[in-house]
């Protein structure tokens, strides 16, 4: 047991931490604390998984530790959160890629029976195995750059059954990955071929069938959708959303991504988690996710991948102060990219998004996107110790930097992940 000087003197009953943190500077992303909420050399002391005490060195009042160590001035950040990605799917769609290149759109290709359904197609023929070691692999890569909470989406099965191998395979991931797994069943991501001209008879599978076998086996924390004309109506997505209301479930929505089509509002009306693209969001729609509360969450990697020139309306939302989100939106289709770092610095060239702002999007707003900001997203006193430790000189290096690793060490509840 190590003893911390006492420098305040006198107290009795000293805390008893399991680990103290020294010579480092933070970024605790605490709002209104200046953009990074920084405290350069800082001392951070962590108990049962928690954050136990947070502040200057100087201020560390007198405690006994189990272990002590040095950070060597690395610069400590809340650990990201990817709080939008598409990681379970099998196969990928490079030749769709050059498909576009040669200048075929992405609507075209959906409406030809490519897209999201050659996704389906492939992840429905693929092992439950297979989706596991592939999913688990990307998974380690959004580790190792420092995400120590990742939602994942089902959407590429499309039926019952394979929508439940999908989900099934998220729930492995919870009990394996050795970081947090939010999970999102996206049953209304497109309509099926099995079900072409008669999507409102789909909608009526996923609010009758699917819905309620993937509650009653607890395998989705939230419900998602995709509200577009290649996908499905405000009508049809707010039956879904009734549903998952009934149910209990909280909603979010792929909304706006290449058309107007009233997502935002959508989403606002049913109080979404989060409202996701918005490329083509009106400043109605930005009022509606204020008056809800709702985070838009950004998609860069989307918008470069399909060389939409239609940027989210960023200034909107800083002047409604609608938390902004980033993250990957991994996928074989409209984002192959599955590194959040590079996405940051895609929000900062793409969206001209500030990297303080980029870093509260995949920290403190990803957090409040998945409804976790009670354990996450800011280093404060009783959130769960989930600290990315960084080789960087000031925390505007992580949106800087594309491809460089500067990873120290990632603590998930306290300990390396
Ligand atoms: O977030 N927009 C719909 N869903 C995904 C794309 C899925 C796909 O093309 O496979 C997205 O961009
Ligand atoms: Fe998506």
């Known amino acids: 047991m190590l003893r911390f000087f006492a420098i305040h003197g006198g107290a009795t009953c000293l805390p008893d931490w399991d680990l103290i943190l020294t010579e480092l500077n933070v970024a605790t992303m605490v709002e209104d604390c200046g953009p990074y909420g920084v405290i350069e050399n800082a001392a951070v002391a962590i108990a049962n ?112 059954q394979t929508e439940l191998k999908l989900l099934e395979t998220i729930r492995a991931l919870k009990n394996q990955a050795g970081i947090s797994i939010s999970s999102t069943f996206l049953g209304a991501h497109a309509i099926p071929v099995e079900f072409r001209g008669k999507a409102d008879e789909y909608i009526d599978l996923v609010c009758d069938e699917m819905l309620p076998a993937v509650h009653e086996k607890q395998l989705a924390d939230a419900v998602d959708a995709y509200c577009e004309s290649i996908a499905f109506s405000v009508k049809q997505i707010g039956r879904v959303f009734e549903t998952a209301r009934s149910l209990g479930l909280p909603v979010k929505l792929h909304a706006d991504q290449l058309s107007d089509c009233g997502g935002a509002e959508l989403a606002a009306e049913f109080g979404a988690l989060s409202a996701d693209h918005l490329e083509y969001t009106s400043a109605k729609g930005v009022d509606a996710l204020a008056a809800a509360g709702s985070v838009a969450v950004l998609l860069p990697g989307a918008f470069l991948t399909l060389g939409e020139t239609e940027c989210p309306p960023v200034a909107l939302l800083r002047d409604r102060n609608v938390p902004i989100a980033i993250a990957t939106d991994c996928n074989p289709g409209t984002s192959p990219i599955c590194s959040l770092r590079t996405t940051m610095a895609l929000a900062t060239s793409l969206f001209r998004l500030t990297p303080a702002e980029c870093l509260a999007g995949v920290t403190r707003n990803a957090a409040v996107a998945l409804g976790l900001e009670q354990d996450r997203g800011t280093l404060e006193t009783g959130k769960r110790a989930d600290i990315a430790i960084w080789d960087i000189g000031h925390p505007q290096e992580l949106s800087y930097w594309i491809g460089k690793n500067d990873l120290a060490e990632l603590l998930v509840a306290g300990r390396t992940a």
């Open 49 to 160: 998984g928690r954050i136990s005490w947070i502040g200057a060195r100087a201020d560390l009042p007198a405690g006994s530790a189990t272990e002590s160590r040095s950070m060597g001035g690395r610069w400590l950040t809340p650990a990201l959160i990817d709080c939008h990605t598409h990681l379970v799917f099998a196969g990928n769609r490079s030749a769709e890629f050059e498909q576009r290149l040669a200048g075929a759109s992405y609507e075209e290709i959906a409406r030809a029976g490519g897209g999201i359904m050659s996704t389906v197609n492939a992840t429905r023929a693929a092992s439950a195995d297979l989706l596991l070691e592939q999913t688990a692999a990307r998974l380690d890569i959004l580790r190792a750059e420092g995400c120590a909470t990742v939602e994942i989406k089902s959407g590429y099965g499309l039926n019952l």
